[in-house]
């Protein structure tokens, strides 16, 4: 069985400065990760996947994460936060081979202060 | 890119009756949709597979009985909630799964925000 552990509900940043949100998964086997973001009252929206290759994956909005095979991770970072980006985050997982359903972590609400 | 609607964005019922919910891929053709569950400041958790032609999957701890889904066409599946009660109220979610696109394979819908009176 796979899991997904977003280890912080709220993270809390400043307008223009750098943010993480951390995500560790389990799975068996290799990975397929995602990172959605999810507006009040809206369905999910796509932000970016790691597949294979470069550990550090470019999505959209400026979003990019790192993904770190040893440690198990796949966080999600910004260089420069805006407020427009306050909303609810959710890393994902699904294996390579088997099923296509994913898994997700119980989210993190990023609120980005003026 | 592909789209994926939900009809309706939300309903009201009294409990003891059925809402059908719809989920369509506007422009792909889908031969796995998802449905998921979100309670309120809580994760998605999946409820079922819906595979075109074919029976659903469900998860364990979902009554098949209760939430009936039929994927009909490859750009259609229906969720209907049958005897609706409170504690059936919730966001659901689904999502249609596809190989077209190279960067992201599974679109979500907006979701249906059910209250059961």
């Known amino acids: 069985a796979q899991s997904v552990a977003q280890p912080e509900d709220q993270v809390n940043v400043a307008e223009g400065n750098p943010l993480t949100v951390k995500c560790t998964y389990s799975v068996s086997g290799n990975p397929y990760l995602f990172w959605y973001v999810q507006y009040p009252n809206r369905g999910l929206q796509f932000l970016l996947k790691?597949?294979?290759?470069?550990?550090l994956v470019k999505g959209s909005y400026g979003f990019e994460a790192e993904f770190n095979k040893s440690q198990t991770s796949f966080h999600l970072k910004k260089p420069s936060a805006l407020v427009s980006d306050s909303a609810l985050y959710f890393c994902a997982v699904r294996p390579v081979t088997g099923r296509r359903a994913l898994t997700f972590g119980s989210g993190t609400r990023l609120q980005v202060q003026p | 890119g592909a789209v994926v609607s939900q009809h309706p964005s939300w309903v009201i019922c009294k409990s003891g009756t059925s809402v059908k919910i719809e989920c369509r891929s506007l422009d792909f053709q889908a031969t796995t949709m998802f449905w998921y569950r979100q309670f309120p400041k809580q994760s998605l958790m999946l409820m079922a597979t819906s595979n075109e032609g074919s029976k659903a999957t469900y998860e364990q701890g979902v009554e098949k009985d209760k939430f009936l889904i039929n994927h009909a066409s490859l750009t259609l599946s229906t969720l209907t909630v049958t005897s609706a009660h409170p504690e059936d109220s919730s966001f659901y979610i689904c999502?249609?799964?596809?190989?077209?696109?190279?960067?992201?394979?599974?679109?979500f819908g907006p979701g249906t925000r059910l209250t059961v009176l």
């Open positions: 790691y597949i294979t290759g470069d550990n």
């Open positions: 999502s249609a799964h596809t190989s077209v696109s190279s960067y992201n394979e599974q679109f």
